[in-house]
């Protein structure tokens, strides 16, 4: 076990407890020497711990402290850089380019024994033949859903008869075969879903979605009875 790792645990370990817990029962449930848990308490303190107490009378954490957003586990970075390869591996330049900054970024930040477990990890995604999307520029289909503009499109069902629709854009899924575009249809009045590949033409009006993406994908997880599972 690291030591930033050690002091997460501690740090989670303290909040399960509402009163006083002793050094020795910290210690006991850590696997570590009394001597290490004090040092790391102290370590903790320095960085802002609200921990009170002392050797014989016991410790508690104050509500209200939150650890430094770059205290990781070693399965946590594992699932960082398991996602960012996918994500580097099956989608379009920008997000590829996206998922790299981020795991530099996140490497810049992490203390050094993180870092070497981030920069040395072996899990591995395979290369796989990237989805056709068609003419469908998915990074305007982000941008359009984080600002909220309606779309118009031109969409071609499974038996390639055309139509023109005008959507609201509020999720885009990503599978290993195609890219899928959730929507409410003003010419359906219903939730549908759009395939990338099958997007004949797009262009990102002026014109607000009414509702929030928020209660849009709520309404479209009732709707279908989809479990948030983040």
């Not at 810049?108 to 003419?135: F, M, Q, W, Y």
């Not at 359906?188 to 395939?195: A, G, I, K, P």
């Not at 002026?206 to 709520?218: E, M, N």
Request: proline share 4%.
């Amino acid at each position: 076990m690291t030591r930033s790792t050690r002091l997460l645990d501690l740090i989670q370990l303290l909040r399960t407890y509402r009163r006083p817990v002793s050094g020795a029962a910290l210690a006991q449930r850590l696997g570590i020497s009394i001597r290490t848990l004090y040092r790391d308490i102290a370590t903790l303190q320095a960085q802002g711990a609200d921990i009170q107490g002392a050797p014989g009378f016991g410790y508690v954490l104050k509500p209200g402290f939150l650890m430094p957003p770059m205290m990781l586990s070693e399965e946590e970075i594992e699932a960082l850089v398991l996602g960012a390869r996918w994500v580097a591996a099956r989608t379009d330049d920008e997000l590829k380019d996206a998922a790299r900054n981020a795991l530099a970024k996140i490497a810049a930040v992490l203390p050094a024994d993180l870092r070497r477990e981030l920069e040395t990890n072996s899990l591995l995604v395979s290369s796989a033949r990237k989805p056709v999307v068609g003419i469908t520029d998915l990074a305007a289909v982000r941008e359009a859903i984080r600002q909220g503009f309606k779309l118009d499109i031109g969409y071609a069902d499974i038996n390639g008869r055309s139509t023109n629709r005008r959507i609201w854009p509020f999720a885009l899924g990503y599978f290993e075969e195609t890219r899928v575009l959730a929507a409410w249809c003003e010419l359906r009045e219903d939730f549908r879903h759009f395939r990338a590949e099958r997007i004949a033409s797009m262009i990102v009006t002026d014109i607000r979605v009414p509702q929030t993406r928020r209660h849009l994908l709520a309404e479209w997880r009732r709707v279908h009875n989809v479990k948030n599972d983040m």
